[in-house]
């Protein structure tokens, strides 16, 4: 008996997952800000793709907590103000410390040598002029470590909370761009991260965690 072939996608399935990654895109670069209000016309205008895909992919974008869909106004994209900061920050730590730990619990091999060269690199650089690249580059670094703690969270529900909040935080960090001083101080929490990993500490990776959490709120100006 010849087995059944798999049906494809249906199209309209194919394009709601095209406009929600290119909404996403936008979100996580900065094109739309937080509290920016648009029309689903505008929107649609801008993603340059059918109405009835981009009006999934805004109900797909706020169960995510990325917007909010406003009834026959638009949809507003997320605060993010103090409350929504603390509570992305401390959930993404809360996922890095159980990833950390899942990892150096199953012995898994990260490429911890290249995050350190990154780090270092990108901390040294940030230390004398800062180019304008830094920015973007900071956020690419101080991407890759968080990525790699999620990783060790490998059941699909992780994965998906992790992705989605790791959209929100983008939408938080476009609102305050890396200054010299803090990439500087934030490189050196990841190196701490990062050297209590290689020595497979799960203690002293978890505080590290724990402790670039506090900074990072300080630097929000939110009381750790």
């Known amino acids: 008996m010849t ?4 049906s494809p ?10 406009a929600y990654a290119a909404l996403v895109d936008r979100l996580r670069s900065g094109a739309l800000p937080s509290g920016a209000f648009l029309s689903m016309p505008v929107l649609v205008e801008q993603l340059d793709l059918p109405m009835a895909s981009v009006r999934e992919a805004v109900k797909r974008a706020e169960s995510a907590g990325l917007v909010q869909i ?7 994209v997320m605060d993010a ?5 603390r509570e992305c920050l401390e959930l993404r730590a809360m996922f890095d410390c159980e990833g950390a730990r899942l990892l150096i619990e199953r012995a898994e091999q990260v490429d911890l040598g290249s995050l350190r060269e ?6 040294d650089a940030a230390r004398g002029d800062m180019a304008p690249e830094l920015t973007r580059r900071a956020v690419e670094t101080d991407l890759s470590l968080h990525n790699a703690l ?6 699909a529900l992780a994965e998906r909370l992790y992705r989605e909040n790791r959209n929100r935080i983008a939408v938080i960090q476009n609102t305050r761009p890396f ?13 701490q991260i990062i050297a209590a ?3 497979r500490d799960t203690t002293a990776t978890l505080d590290a965690i724990r402790s670039h959490l506090r900074s990072t709120l300080q630097w929000w100006g939110i009381p750790a």
């Open 179 to 191: 200054l010299a001083n803090r990439i500087v101080s934030a490189m050196e929490e990841h190196l």
């Open 197 to 199: 990993l290689e020595a």
């Open 118 to 123: 990154a780090h270092e690199t990108l901390r």
């Open 3 to 6: 087995p059944k072939k798999s």
């Open 81 to 85: 103000g103090p409350a929504t900061t």
């Open 70 to 76: 406003l009834p026959k106004r638009g949809l507003m």
């Open 9 to 18: 996608l249906p199209t309209s399935r194919l394009m709601t997952d095209h």
């Open 150 to 155: 999620g990783a060790g969270n490998t059941s």
